[in-house]
């Protein structure tokens, strides 16, 4: 069971790595560290008629449990997942974190740690299925 040491937002690409205990706690990911999963889409709090702001996207605050989907041995579609991008991504590119740590998905870039592969494009704002791939993006020598 993860438990969230920060806000997490909805379909956010989360990370254990700086947080203060490393058990089991989670933070919005950025794109220097390895990414454990996304965070799930359900919400906190219940849709209010009227009310819109930052709430509406909350999937849990510190101490609050965290559902993450993270990458396991089944199939490509048992490692489908749902993300919010923070940038434009192109159909079958790789995915990392965004580096303002919101846990956004940005287009993956050699050198850093990736969720993994976009299945279809989206723009900023925008959710989008990807398949989990957790790993490095390096270079072929």
Not at 3 to 12: K, P
Not at 52 to 78: C, F, K, M, R, Y
Not at 126 to 139: E, P, Q
Request: hydrophobic share 40%; charged share 15%.
């Amino acid at each position: 069971m993860y438990r969230a040491e920060a806000t997490i937002n909805i379909c956010r690409i989360v990370t254990d790595v700086g947080t203060t205990n490393p058990y089991g706690l989670l933070v919005p990911a950025n794109a220097t560290v390895k990414p454990v999963g996304v965070s799930g889409s359900d919400q906190k709090f219940p849709p209010i008629a009227g009310y819109t702001d930052s709430l509406a996207d909350i999937h849990a605050q510190t101490g609050d449990p965290v559902t993450v989907h993270s990458q396991n041995s089944g199939s490509e579609a048992d490692n489908e997942i749902l993300v919010l991008c923070g940038g434009n991504v192109a159909q079958g590119a790789p995915i990392m974190a965004a580096a303002d740590g919101s846990g956004k998905a940005i287009t993956g870039t050699t050198g850093k740690w990736i969720l993994g592969y976009a299945k279809e494009s989206g723009a900023d704002g925008t959710f989008i299925r990807a398949t989990l791939a957790v790993g490095f993006l390096g270079t072929v020598s």
